[in-house]
C-alpha cells in the first residue's frame, strides 16, 4: 500500500505508544501503522471503556479489549495483567473480529492475572453517577472504577477465576451476594447470580485457550529479540495520579502504566511515542481550557469527533501547550505523532494556548487544583492556517509550508520532536518526519 513503509527513524525495539492529551487522539491509527515493524503489541491498562478505530481500505474496525494490532498477519497480541476485562464483551468484540475474516487463533493471548468486569460492576458505576448528580465524572458506565476499585481493595476476581469452575461459582455466589446488599442500599435491583454465573462460565470457556502467563510470553519473546509496541489506552490527563483529578480514570494511562500493566521493567523500554491530535478535545465532565464552540461546531458539523465507544460529541478546544508540554515531561515523550491534521484545512487562523490566566496569576503549568484549573482562561497565540486540502500529503515536504510551520511551531511549544504527521483515518494517510 503506498505511504504503508517504515520510517527511517527506529520506532520499534520496545517502544510505549501513549495519548498526550485527553484521550481520543488517533492511537488506534497510529498503533496499526507501527504494529508492521512489531512483533508483538500489548495492551497494558483499561477497559472496554476504551475504543480505538482503525480503517483499512473502507473496512472500519472498532477494537475495545484487543490490541490494534489483531488487524496485521503474523503479529502476537497480548491483553496484559494490567487490564480490566469484561469477558462478555471480548467473546464478542473476538466473534466480530472473526466474522469480518480477521484471525484470531493463536496470535492472541489474555493474562490469567488481569482483573475481571462483572454486571455489578457496571451497576455501581451507573448508580454512583446518579448520586454525584451535578458533580459526576461523566464515566463510561463500563463498571471500569468499580472494577480497579476491587483490585485495590484486594476483593477482585482475575481471570485465572474465571477459568477454573469450582472456584470461580464459590468465589461469584460471595461476590454477588455482597454487592446485591450495596444495590438494594442504593434503589437499584438486585442482579441474579444463576444468570450471571451462566453467561460469564460460559465465557470463561470461550476464553480459555487464550489465556496465558503472559509476563512471562513477553519476557520469552524479548530474549528471542522480538520488537514489542505497548498500546496505551485513554490519555495522560486521564490518569489516575497525573491527570485532572477527579475527572479521570481509575488506572495510569502515562508510560508508567506500560511497565505495570505488562510485566517489563523501565529499564528495557526504549522509547516513548507520545500522540496528541492538532487540536484538544475531551469526553465527558472536567477541566478543558482552550474549549471552544467555534472549533466544536465546526469539527461536528464535518462528521468529526464523535466517541468510538460512546457515540458522544466529543468537547472540541484549541492545541494546548500547556498541557501537552506537562504530558512530554510525565511521560519522556521522545517522538511525536500529530493527528487529525486535515481537520484544520479550512481554518483560516489557528489559535495555540501557550499559558494560563487566573485573575493576576499566569501559570506555565498545568494546576493541580481542579477548581484554579477550571477558572484558567487561555493565553493565545496566534498562527496562519494553510487553507489548503492535506489528506493527499504523502511526504513532509507535500504538506503546505503554513502547515509545516504549525507542526514545528507545536513541536516546539511542547519540547519534543515531530516523528509523525497523520492528514488522515488511512493506513497510507501517515507522514515520517
Known amino acids: 500500500m503506498p505511504g504503508d513503509t517504515l520510517p527511517e527513524i527506529d520506532f520499534m525495539s520496545n517502544t510505549i505508544l501513549v495519548g498526550a492529551q485527553w484521550g481520543d487522539e488517533g492511537k488506534g491509527k497510529i498503533i496499526d501503522v507501527l504494529t508492521k515493524g512489531a512483533d508483538v503489541v500489548v495492551r497494558t491498562q483499561g477497559g472496554n471503556n476504551a475504543g480505538h478505530t482503525v480503517f483499512i481500505g473502507r473496512q472500519k474496525y472498532v477494537l475495545h479489549l484487543v490490541p490494534s494490532g489483531i488487524l496485521r498477519r503474523g503479529k502476537t497480541c497480548v491483553i496484559g495483567n494490567g487490564v480490566v ?16 475474516g480477521v484471525t484470531v487463533d493463536g496470535n492472541l493471548f489474555l493474562s490469567e492475572t488481569a482483573h475481571v468486569v462483572f454486571p455489578y460492576h457496571r451497576e455501581l458505576d451507573a448508580q454512583r453517577e446518579v448520586i454525584k448528580g451535578l458533580n459526576k465524572i461523566g464515566t463510561t458506565k463500563r463498571g471500569i472504577g468499580p472494577a480497579y476499585g476491587d483490585k485495590a481493595a484486594r476483593t477482585g476476581l482475575r481471570v485465572i477465576d474465571l477459568v ?3 472456584k470461580f461459582k464459590r468465589q461469584l455466589e460471595a461476590k454477588i451476594k455482597e454487592n446485591n446488599s450495596i444495590l438494594r442500599a442504593l434503589g ?9 454465573h451462566r453467561a460469564y ?3 470463561g470457556d470461550y476464553l480459555k485457550p487464550f489465556v496465558a502467563n503472559t509476563v512471562v510470553l513477553l519476557h520469552e519473546a524479548m530474549d528471542r529479540g522480538k520488537d514489542i509496541l505497548f498500546e496505551g489506552a485513554q490519555g495522560t490527563f486521564l490518569d489516575i495520579d497525573h491527570g485532572t483529578y477527579p475527572f479521570v480514570t481509575s488506572s495510569n494511562t502515562t508510560a508508567g502504566g506500560a511497565c505495570t500493566g505488562s510485566g517489563i521493567p523501565p529499564h528495557r523500554m526504549d522509547r516513548v511515542v507520545g500522540v496528541m491530535k492538532a487540536y484538544t478535545t475531551r469526553v465527558g465532565e472536567g477541566p478543558l481550557p482552550t474549549e ?10 464535518m462528521g468529526r469527533e464523535f466517541g468510538a465507544t460512546t457515540g458522544r460529541a466529543r468537547r472540541c478546544g484549541w492545541f494546548d501547550s500547556v498541557a501537552s508540554r506537562h504530558a512530554t515531561m510525565v511521560n519522556g515523550i521522545d517522538a511525536l505523532a500529530i493527528t487529525n491534521i486535515d481537520g484544520l484545512d479550512t481554518v483560516e487562523t489557528i489559535r495555540v494556548c501557550i499559558g494560563y490566566r ?13 477548581e484554579v484549573l477550571s477558572r484558567c482562561e487561555p493565553v493565545y497565540a496566534e498562527f496562519a492556517g494553510w487553507r489548503a486540502p492535506t489528506h493527499r500529503a504523502r511526504t513532509w515536504k507535500q504538506l503546505p509550508p503554513k502547515a509545516r510551520s504549525y507542526l514545528n511551531a507545536i513541536a516546539d511549544l511542547t519540547g519534543a520532536k515531530v516523528g509523525i504527521a497523520s492528514v488522515g483515518p488511512g493506513r497510507d494517510q501517515t507522514i515520517f518526519v
Open 85 to 100: 476485562v469484561d469477558p462478555v464483551g471480548l467473546v464478542e468484540e473476538i466473534k466480530g473480529l472473526r466474522k469480518l
Open 164 to 166: 477454573t469452575p469450582e
Open 188 to 196: 437499584a435491583k438486585p442482579l441474579s447470580f444463576k444468570e450471571v
Open 201 to 203: 462460565r460460559a465465557a
Open 292 to 301: 471552544s464552540a467555534e472549533i466544536a461546531d465546526m469539527l461536528h458539523a
Open 358 to 370: 487566573d485573575g493576576r496569576k499566569r501559570y506555565d503549568y498545568v494546576p493541580n487544583d481542579i
